[in-house]
């Protein structure tokens, strides 16, 4: 698809080409074929000038041209020239170019350069097809020597005229390369989209399970090239991604549970230490109870002065001292 705009438009300028070329040799041909026609007849009514019994009889130029442009020309605003030997003009649309004045008065070095070769082809008596450029116009030229004479015959035709055929097939072939580039950029649009439609339904689904929607299936397409290779990639990785978010889901439900069980197990031990505790308290208390007792009765006995030894003093020191630290 890429190298269908380039072939098209080499296709197109082959096609020109080609064309402009079978057209000029159809011009070329067209003009020497009458040219050779009307030369026949040129040298015809010299020879029925030569054998005339009137020996002082002389061609009728003006008899020629009427019988030159009586033709039916190829192409429109075609005519023919005559050249003697020395250029002038013998036969010329222009009737003030006769006989006085050349074809070589009417050509500067500089600018018409070609009209000065065609003069000197014309002159020497040579036979050919030509293109010239004269007055910023293009012509087809085809000459052709006048048997028995130094004379010259030229057939003259526009190029515009004589390429008019060419004029319209280029014009087709314009009309041609818009309709082919329309239709090509129409199928290379509707190519980018098909190209492209996947890579858009992957932005999707990527930007779906960018936002957290982690159960978006990307398809495994069976189709090959580089976007199909890019899908099943992303595909391959949201498998594995499901697979380890899975293992982490099971990870996390397990430490949930584990985390429940400690909370749990914590509760009951600081539930058995308040019962502990309460029971330490509890059991204090009733213990200090005979042992305020004893206290208080050893006290009794020491204000008294019962103490009979030293030893029952120290046994009531000792009552006493550890009734402190408790």
């Not at 380039?6 to 079978?22: K, R, T």
């Not at 159809?26 to 015809?44: D, F, K, P």
């Not at 009514?45 to 008899?63: G, K, L, V, W």
């Not at 003030?96 to 000065?116: C, E, G, P, Q, V």
């Amino acid at each position: 698809m890429v190298m269908a705009i380039p072939l098209f438009m080499l296709a197109l300028g082959i096609l020109y080409m080609q064309s402009h070329h079978l057209i000029h040799e159809e011009v070329r041909n067209n003009t020497q074929s009458m040219l050779n026609a009307q030369l026949q007849r040129v040298n015809n009514y010299i020879n029925i000038i030569e054998t005339s019994p009137d020996s002082m009889a002389a061609p009728s130029f003006r008899r020629m041209s009427k019988m030159l442009a009586e033709v039916e020309q190829p192409y429109s605003n075609t005519y023919f020239i005559l050249l003697d030997g020395d250029g002038r003009y013998l036969i010329h649309p222009d009737s003030t170019r006769l006989f006085a004045k050349t074809i070589f008065m009417y050509a500067n070095h500089d600018d018409n350069k070609d009209l000065i070769m065609l003069g000197h082809e014309m002159t020497t008596g040579k036979q050919s097809t030509i293109h010239i450029n004269y007055q910023k116009k293009d012509y087809h030229v085809s000459y052709c020597p006048v048997k028995g004479t130094d004379w010259s015959l030229a057939l003259i035709c526009p190029a515009r005229d004589a390429m008019q055929s060419f004029y319209r097939l280029t014009n087709i072939v314009i009309i041609l390369f818009i309709i082919g580039l329309l239709a090509i950029l129409i199928i290379c649009n509707h190519a980018m989209k098909q190209i492209i439609r996947p890579i858009n339904r992957l932005i999707d689904t990527t930007q779906n399970i960018v936002d957290g929607q982690y159960d978006e299936t990307i398809p495994i397409t069976p189709r090959k090239g580089v976007v199909a290779q890019l899908q099943n990639s992303f595909a391959k990785m949201q498998q594995s991604l499901n697979e380890r978010m899975s293992h982490l889901r099971q990870e996390a439900d397990e430490l949930k549970q584990n985390n429940e069980e400690i909370s749990r197990a914590k509760q009951e031990a600081e539930n058995t230490i308040n019962k502990k505790n309460k029971f330490i308290v509890r059991m204090t208390q009733q213990m200090r109870m005979p042992l305020n007792v004893i206290s208080g009765f050893a006290d009794v006995l020491a204000e008294k002065g019962v103490v009979e030894s030293i030893s029952q003093q120290e046994e009531l020191d000792n009552i006493a001292t550890m009734m402190k630290k408790m």
